[in-house]
């Protein structure tokens, strides 16, 4: 059985969840609080030496780090990650964009607004995020007019993939009211089967 090294409420460990729960695979989950320091210590760097979460674990031993590596493994040979050669390509596209342009404004302004305290020097960053992650959303808001999924005509990695952030993206105090295409596409990965909430 698979092991995932995780922290429940890390959107970027939420991804390989949804995605293990909506193919029906059996796996071992280890929790790992990342925001106290559990990715640091000597055990779990031997096992990551970048001290991030997650982390997959094969019965042999062999690990895979990050969230969207991890979920292109777990997808191979399944309907979520396509075969064609162009539409893989743009599942790839959308996983860079997620890791380079989304989880950097989304995810960190839902960090620290949840997780540091008000009077965290972060906190002054926190206007930035959302002026940058407006932008980033909008994006997002044009690529689904007319369309239901990220790529091609049905739901994929690259859907889970932004899912996971963008649905708590008001912990961040990101509104997504503005955003109809997004809130209607959100309400489509939510029923499709499988589907489990990210847990606190």
């Not at 991804?15 to 106290?36: E, F, N």
Request: net charge negative; charged share 20%.
């Amino acid at each position: 059985m698979i092991t995932i090294y995780g922290m429940r409420a890390s959107g970027n460990c939420y991804k390989l969840q949804l995605l293990l729960d909506q193919l029906g695979r059996d796996y071992r989950w280890v929790d790992v609080d990342s925001a106290h320091g559990e990715t640091r210590t000597p055990d779990y760097l031997a096992k990551n030496p970048n001290g991030k979460v997650p982390l997959l674990e094969l019965d042999d031993g062999r690990r895979l780090a990050e969230s969207d590596a991890i979920l292109c493994y777990l997808a191979e040979g399944t309907p979520l990650l396509p075969d064609d050669r162009w539409l893989r390509a743009q599942t790839l596209q959308w996983l860079f964009f997620e890791q380079y342009s989304h989880e950097p404004c989304i995810a960190v302004a839902r960090f620290i607004r949840g997780w540091l305290p008000v009077d965290h020097p972060r906190q002054a960053e926190v206007p930035a995020l959302l002026q940058k992650g407006a932008q980033v959303l909008t994006v997002m808001e044009q690529h689904l007019a007319g369309r239901e999924w990220f790529v091609g005509d049905s739901y994929g990695i690259a859907d889970i993939a932004l899912y996971a952030y963008t649905h708590c993206a008001g912990d961040g105090g990101f509104d997504l009211s503005v955003f109809p295409n997004i809130r209607a596409w959100l309400h489509r990965v939510q029923a499709q089967p499988g589907h489990s909430p990210m847990h606190s």
